[in-house]
């Protein structure tokens, strides 16, 4: 559902606008390569993706990308899949990413926080020290360009470093957070044979430490390609046998040797929730997301030397990579290791307090979480220094807007995002010269045709449609690991719209060029022929006090009708009495429609989520339609399996 909100929440300044880097590029473009010099961002996105070469060429000459052998064309093949950027160009993503120890070796390249919220920096000169330390002796350890590396690591300098070194010797970085379980593990590195493993010892996460030596020890019985194991003893617990230690092999004073590698060469491996079986491998390249990342970072973030980026992430999540990509444009990036509500719900803002960051993202489930906790930002901590808050993993809902424009600073730029592991970029967000509407995303980001279409495959204003990419992305996935035929890459967003990216969610393009996300399309709710995103369900019900979280699913029965369940957990001390339920049916009557009113309303123990915070509704919907456990859902990718039992149980119990 739509709602069309006429006046702005948030107007940029002129002088905000004159300053922004998207309005000198603007500018430079025009004089340099025909972007039009006037329209402002409308124009200026219409023609980067009419001419689609001539604005990716723009963006690798004003951000000075480095080709040491040059390219050919910028784009040899824009079918999808399979589009060819670049042809012939060479270059190394990691020599961008530190270039700025040549100018500012002593300024803080990192700062890290942990839960004790202290700050500790690590200058751009020691970073690039120690990769290439690092990159050497991977080097000597027999690591080659397109061996993969792989890290079983929280958000911590060491991280960065390893996957920096990993990138300068062409090799191909992947990564787990350490609250991930064995099985979830191998159930990605398995799939991609590394040859170097990084782990730490354990982890503190809620005051409290997390030994994970045993399931080191199960990882390295696993991963029979591993001829490496590199120990961080974060815990400070001494090297298991045969392990390699962090500080001997970054201790030399090494210049980095950036291996030229072709424009398309794998940088890393994410992953897909694997909700429903393993995670995809999702592969992107080097050169794409160089590129990509320079274009969001530098253009829509208006991140540049002078800024301080915090996004609360962990490493198992592709917005641990987006953050790193901070450093391509000169940018402090902010690492949070710890709980992103420890030892209260205000943390997150205490760090981007006392890390001075200029732009703080974090997801709109924790915006949420604040809101219900009656945290005040603005009231408990110095946030001057904040220009940006950006939201994403979820549609930041209109109370999550409002709730940032009043408790943290009515001139706040409030950036909510969305895109996708599978291209680690965004469709669709921040544009700093823009005005913010309430439930909105400003735009649909540069080179990206961003389109809502029908099942016809007819484009559609200002109507729920389906979210497609009509053109190629550098960073979309250059292929899916072990898919040698590409029918896996092809099936999961090709299938659909023969030659145009399905991503699977609903959204609605406005009338005034704004984006509205709706929740994921493959657990659409279809009620007497209307379709309806979960998260409008969500947005209305989880007002109420009483609802701390709650899922929907709708589910088409064998005799043609249509079963459409709401779970809910409430909170602490709540009751899902007559007067609660008559509350949930006149809310979703009211603001929604009578259709959305759901056929049950079920108090359950918790939600479960994926290991990356998602609520899982499609898993659970099979399992409601008798689809047993270990087929409806990937153990390993839940954040807490024993929930899905009583979804389960209640499958069975229901007539």
């Not at 019985?221 to 092999?249: C, K, N, Q, Y």
């Not at 973030?301 to 490493?315: A, H, I, K, Q, V």
């Not at 035929?485 to 009338?511: A, C, E, K, Q």
Request: hydrophobic residues 35%; aromatic residues 10%; negative net charge.
């Amino acid at each position: 559902m739509t709602t069309v909100n006429p006046q702005p929440l948030w107007q940029p300044t002129p002088e905000r606008i004159d300053r922004a880097r998207i309005t000198r590029f603007q500018a430079w473009a025009a004089e340099h390569h025909g972007a039009p010099a006037d329209g402002g961002y409308a124009a200026l996105h219409q023609w980067s993706v009419e001419e689609l070469e001539t604005f990716w060429k723009a963006v690798t000459e004003w951000f000075d990308v480095r080709f040491s052998t040059p390219y050919e064309r910028v784009l040899g093949d824009r079918s999808m899949p399979g589009a060819q950027w670049f042809p012939g160009a060479t270059l190394n993503y990691a020599e961008h990413a530190l270039r700025a120890a040549e100018s500012r070796a002593d300024e803080p390249a990192l700062l890290h926080v942990d839960e004790t919220h202290e700050p500790r920096p690590v200058t751009w000169a020691e970073l690039r020290r120690q990769a290439g330390s690092l990159a050497a002796e991977l080097r000597a350890l027999g690591v080659r360009p397109g061996d993969r590396v792989s890290g079983y690591l929280p958000n911590i300098p060491q991280a960065v470093v390893a996957f920096l070194a990993t990138a300068a010797v062409g090799g191909v970085w992947t990564s787990c957070a350490p609250d991930f379980g064995a099985r979830s593990v191998l159930d990605r590195f398995q799939q991609v044979e590394p040859v170097v493993l990084f782990t730490v010892d354990g982890y503190r996460y809620g005051g409290k430490e997390h030994d994970r030596r045993d399931i080191v020890a199960e990882l390295r019985r696993e991963l029979p390609t591993v001829r490496a194991v590199v120990h961080i003893p974060l815990l400070g617990t001494e090297a298991p046998d045969g392990a390699l230690e962090w500080s001997a092999l970054t201790a030399a004073d090494t210049e980095p040797v950036f291996e030229q590698v072709p424009f398309d060469h794998p940088l890393w491996v994410l992953y897909s929730s694997g909700t429903t079986g393993l995670p995809k491998a999702i592969v992107q390249s080097q050169g794409g997301i160089l590129v990509e990342h320079l274009k969001q970072l530098g253009l829509h973030c208006d991140l540049g030397p002078e800024d301080r980026f915090f996004w609360y992430t962990s490493t198992g999540w592709m917005m641990w990579n987006f953050l790193v990509s901070g450093l391509l444009t000169g940018t402090t990036i902010v690492l949070y290791d710890g709980s992103p509500g420890y030892p209260d719900t205000g943390a997150q803002w205490r760090i981007a307090e006392r890390t001075g960051a200029t732009l703080y993202g974090t997801s709109a489930a924790y915006v949420m979480a604040c809101r219900k906790a009656g945290v005040h930002p603005s009231r408990d901590y110095d946030l001057s220094t904040v220009k940006c808050v950006a939201t994403t993993g979820s549609p930041l809902p209109p109370d999550g807007f409002r709730w940032l424009h009043e408790e943290v600073r009515h001139d706040l730029w409030i950036a909510s995002v969305s895109g996708g592991t599978d291209v680690c970029s965004c469709f669709a967000g921040a544009v700093p010269t823009l005005p913010v509407h309430v439930g909105e995303l400003q735009a649909p980001c540069l080179g990206t045709d961003l389109q809502s279409w029908d099942p016809s495959g007819n484009p559609l204003t200002d109507e729920v449609g389906e979210l497609v990419v009509t053109n190629p992305m550098p960073s979309m996935p250059i292929h899916f690991w072990n898919d040698p035929d590409g029918s896996r890459y092809h099936d999961s967003y090709f299938d659909t719209y023969p030659g145009v990216w399905r991503h699977g969610d609903w959204i609605t393009l406005t009338s005034r060029g704004s984006v509205v996300i709706h929740g994921r399309s493959d657990s659409t709710l279809n009620r007497q022929g209307v379709r309806m995103g979960s998260a409008d369900i969500y947005e209305a019900v989880e007002r109420l006090p009483e609802i701390k979280e709650s899922l929907v699913v709708g589910i088409e029965q064998p005799d043609g009708g249509y079963w459409m369940p709401l779970f809910v957990h409430l909170a602490p001390g709540a009751t899902l009495d007559d007067d609660l339920l008559t509350r949930i049916k006149q809310t979703i009557r009211t603001q929604l429609s009578p259709r959305h009113v759901p056929d049950e309303i079920i108090e359950v123990p918790g939600i479960p989520h994926t290991l990356t915070g998602k609520r899982i509704e499609v898993p659970v919907k099979r399992l409601l339609q008798g689809t047993p456990l270990e087929k409806a859902v990937n153990p390993g990718s839940i954040d807490d399996l024993d929930l899905l039992a009583h979804y389960q149980k209640l499958s069975r119990t229901r007539p």
